[in-house]
């Protein structure tokens, strides 16, 4: 009995995890799919060249990403999908962007609506949070022993900031229009980074502890779980003590 228990937990472990990758794979080649759409070369095309990234680094086979592709091209449905975004105010006036994927506008901003309404949140109009942000692009970088030069580099080809943290990571900041050229240069000299994307960085953040910082997860949580939500960003920090 004590072995079949142990493999009874076993497989539903597995099955856990394996329908979490089911989800994370299926929101990834949804926003390939969709990003196709802008062009399907992806050199000139930064959507597409973030969601192969992002599809690989996930471990999705490389076969489904070009299948995805190929199909793409002949097939109209992947057009009903669209990207939205969605701004408002969560607890404490915290600011929170929402990019979705979704074939249902409707649809999507009823759902989020619903969770901020019961979270003690706003969904407001666009442009009521954004301008609390900066697009850019970011590369993040292991502690590297050429650390120096890839920063002067980084500056030689554009980046608008370069930053060394607290774990002597590397983080530069470029402007969207010079991510991939930036992106590219830096590769080529042997410099990969660990993340790379467009984002929107807050200017500022707001702290929650305790109480505060236990209600504003279980907010994001609910907006995460959504099937349209493509990413999150948020001024908020919390803290766990």
């Known amino acids: 009995m004590a072995g079949h228990s142990k493999w009874a937990n076993i497989k539903r472990k597995k099955l856990i995890v394996d329908a979490k990758r089911s989800k994370i794979w299926t929101r990834i080649m949804r926003e390939l799919r969709v990003a196709i759409n802008f062009g399907n070369n992806p050199d000139t095309n930064i959507k597409l060249r973030l969601a192969i990234e992002k599809a690989l680094n996930a471990n999705i086979p490389k076969n489904n990403i070009l299948r995805a592709m190929q199909k793409n091209n002949s097939n109209t449905t992947n057009k009903n999908y669209t990207e939205v975004r969605y701004e408002g105010y969560g607890i404490n006036g915290s600011a929170i962007i929402i990019d979705c994927i ?21 969904l407001s109009k666009e442009g009521s949070v954004s301008f609390m942000f900066k697009h850019c692009g970011q590369l993040l970088f292991s502690p590297n022993e050429k650390k120096f030069a890839l920063l002067d580099l980084a500056l030689e080809k554009g980046a608008e900031d370069v930053l060394i943290d607290k774990d002597d990571k590397i983080i530069i900041i470029t402007p969207p229009s010079k991510f991939i050229e930036i992106k590219n240069s830096l590769e080529i000299l042997g410099f990969k980074s660990e993340f790379s994307g467009i984002l929107m960085k807050p200017h500022t953040n707001i702290v929650f502890k305790d109480d505060e910082a236990i209600k504003f997860k279980k907010f994001l949580n609910e907006l995460k779980k959504l099937h349209d939500v493509k990413k999150i960003y948020t001024n908020a920090v919390t803290l766990d003590l």
């Not at 979704?102 to 706003?122: A, H, L």
Request: hydrophobic share 25%; charged share 25%.
């Open 102 to 122: 979704t074939n249902n506008r409707m649809r999507t901003v009823s759902e989020i609506r619903n969770i901020f309404n019961k979270n003690g949140g706003n």
